[in-house]
């Protein structure tokens, strides 16, 4: 679903932007300049990733105005300045709207890469912005001045999920004594917050009138929804969840529920039926194994619902069967569950605006729940299908694919599928095709290249893996992402067509068994920006024809047991890479040293590292990540 949260009022009054503007040139002495980069500190990419993270608060503030270069050199002070001028930046951060602060804090998270750090405190005391994001760096003593009580809409805790590492218990108690006190909070993330209990969510739904949207995921000990007295934080309180009809979640506008990941979670209808039948429209419960069928009556009463997740999760036949109830359901997934096919082909024959479904992982689905999706009032709505691993076969695919020419994206991988694939020609809004592992031959990749449309194609282990199907395949000019991963020798022919893509940025050939040969053409792909070479049997030579993909920002040579040390130089030379995998390569120590300072990412599966190599990898580059390591 969309994001809930509504917009504040943007662009900020131009009063607010000029006296900013003011204050850091009088009183500051910081020089605004166009085109800043925060000192190397905020580069254009992560500024860029802000806006798209947090585009609620950054709609209308222009790329070079003079807004954004004000916010810029506020970072810069506060991280880089002199003691006056930061003192001077902090002091009028107290007098600013909280539009404008919640920009600065946005830029300072990006600039010192972590949700919150103590730089950013003394900025943060005693301002008012709108979102707040927290992790494991945050001590407990720092609390306090983070929260700005009158004006928190949004707060998300992002913790790791070996408690231990944290310096701040993200518990029950921490949300009572803080978010409770945030009256205007409308959306809450918690995120692997492993000490977070059934008791605080419920809390947290009873006391915040205006909540929108709520997700908990992957916080473990959230289990049995049931009555709990006692003290929390050394605060008595009445942590009273049950059945009982006088308990009702506060907020008559939560629209967005999700429990993803909590295993033990069970009795969620006694939550459902606190108050939320009319309003809500998002529920996930994805991965709740401990959820039942019991739990799918009370899901069933949820009319308003839209979006409906509960996959993986311990409900079977008779409770899939209840769903046919939510009629307003738009997406569905039911992927990973143990119904049949006639219960899921009952549930989606009730459900005449759904617009997506996913069945996949769900063996005992087949032929009967396609031919529940055809229907008068709904074969021109469905746009998404995802079922793979299921039991549809050939009959049941020709019989829907003609009514189904709203279709944007199909999965069918693993299917017993083959010559009802060329049907696909007729569904022309396709975006997104998987058919790995399938009998698709090249008679559907004929009727592939019909599609102008396609993006993202998927035809891992399938016979048209070929010089015949790659001709084909060539001709979808629009074409950004293709798989084809196998176990045979691809022909330089066929890998000489894929030049032909003048738009395809991710191509995986793992397995191909790719050699120099191949790399002569494969570099001459600019546009690619994600290449999966792994399994391949490639030499420095190969590599070498490889550096000219200046775009490339992450390389797999997984298990290529022909680069070796002479492979370095060439690899150093990709200044945009930033992701390399080398798992299972001929790499010394020293060339993992070397490669070690040009990368972001790093990953040296299958490999051990002495301890004192992984403390000199850290010197020369702190921000690495290293991927599958093994300590020696």
């Known amino acids: 679903m969309g994001q809930l949260l509504t917009t504040p009022a943007w662009p900020p009054p131009d009063v607010a932007t000029k006296a900013f503007y003011q204050t850091l040139k009088r009183d500051a002495s910081v020089k605004v300049k166009r085109g800043t980069d925060c000192a190397g500190l905020v580069s254009e990419a992560r500024l860029e990733g802000v806006r798209r993270e947090h585009g609620m608060y950054w709609e209308g503030v222009g790329r070079g105005s003079l807004l954004e270069r004000c916010v810029l050199e506020v970072v810069s002070t506060l991280l880089m300045g002199e003691g006056e001028q930061r003192d001077t930046i902090t002091s009028s951060g107290r007098q600013l709207p909280p539009e404008l602060v919640q920009l600065v804090v946005d830029v300072l998270r990006a600039a010192v890469g972590g949700p919150v750090c103590s730089r950013a405190l003394e900025w943060l005391a005693g301002s008012s912005f709108y979102a707040l994001v927290l992790g494991d760096d945050v001590s407990a003593g720092s609390l306090d001045v983070l929260f700005p009580k009158g004006t928190l809409e949004r707060l998300v805790v992002a913790s790791r999920q070996v408690s231990f590492c944290a310096r701040c218990a993200y518990d029950d108690a921490f949300l009572i004594k803080y978010a409770l ?376 040579l997984a298990h290529g047991r022909r680069i070796a040390d002479d492979a370095c130089p060439s690899l150093m030379r990709m200044s945009g890479l930033r992701l390399l995998n080398v798992s299972g390569c001929a790499l010394s120590d020293r060339s993992i040293r070397l490669l070690a300072g040009s990368v972001k990412t790093l990953a040296v599966a299958d490999r051990p590292l002495r301890c004192e190599l992984v403390q000199e990898i850290v010197r020369i580059n702190s921000d690495l990540e290293l991927k599958g390591l093994k300590n020696s």
């Not at 059934?198 to 992957?218: I, K």
């Not at 003290?231 to 009809?245: D, F, I, L, Y």
């Not at 592992?437 to 993202?456: C, K, M």
Request: with cysteine; net charge positive; glycine share 10%.
């Open 181 to 556: 006190g945030c009256r205007r909070l409308r959306v809450v993330h918690l995120l692997h917050c492993t000490d977070v209990t059934e008791v605080g969510v419920c809390r947290l739904l009873e006391g915040l009138p205006g909540l929108q949207e709520v997700r908990v995921v992957g916080c473990r000990r959230v289990r049995e929804v049931r009555e709990v007295r006692g003290e929390v934080g050394g605060t008595s309180w009445n942590g009273h969840v049950s059945s009982s009809t006088n308990r009702r979640i506060a907020s008559s506008s939560l629209a967005c529920l999700d429990f993803h990941g909590c295993l033990g979670l069970r009795r969620v209808g006694v939550l459902l039926g606190g108050g939320v039948d009319g309003t809500l429209r998002s529920l996930s419960l994805a991965s709740c194994r401990s959820v039942k069928n019991v739990d799918a009556i009370a899901i069933a009463g949820l009319l308003g619902l839209e979006y409906l997740d509960v996959s993986y999760t311990g409900i079977s036949d008779s409770g899939i069967a209840q769903l046919a109830a939510l009629e307003n359901l738009v997406e569905f997934k039911a992927a990973g569950v143990r119904a049949v096919d006639w219960s899921v082909a009952h549930a989606v024959r009730g459900m005449p605006r759904l617009r997506a479904l996913d069945v996949s992982r769900t063996a005992l689905v087949g032929n009967a729940t396609l031919v529940a999706l055809v229907s008068p009032a709904r074969s021109s709505v469905l746009e998404v299908l995802e079922a793979s691993f299921t039991s549809i076969t050939d009959s049941g695919l020709a019989r829907c694919l003609p009514y189904l020419k709203n279709l944007r994206r199909v999965d069918l991988e693993s299917c017993n599928v083959e010559t009802a694939l060329v049907e696909l020609r007729v569904c022309l809004r396709l975006e997104d095709v998987c058919i790995a592992d399938t009998a698709a031959g090249n008679d559907v990749a004929e009727a592939l290249s019909d599609l102008d449309g396609l993006r993202r194609l998927d035809v891992s282990f399938t016979p048209m893996v070929n010089d015949i199907g790659m001709r084909y395949l060539s001709k979808i000019g629009g074409l950004r992402e293709l798989s084809m991963s196998t176990t045979d020798t691809v022909s330089s022919e066929a890998v000489r067509l894929l030049v032909k893509l003048p738009r395809l940025r991710r191509l995986d050939m793992s397995g191909c068994r790719i050699s120099d040969t191949h790399c002569t053409f494969l570099g001459k792909m600019g546009s690619l920006r994600h290449l999966d070479l792994g399994g391949g049997e490639m030499t420095a030579r190969g590599v070498e024809r490889l550096s000219t993909l200046k775009r490339l920002s992450m390389l797999s």
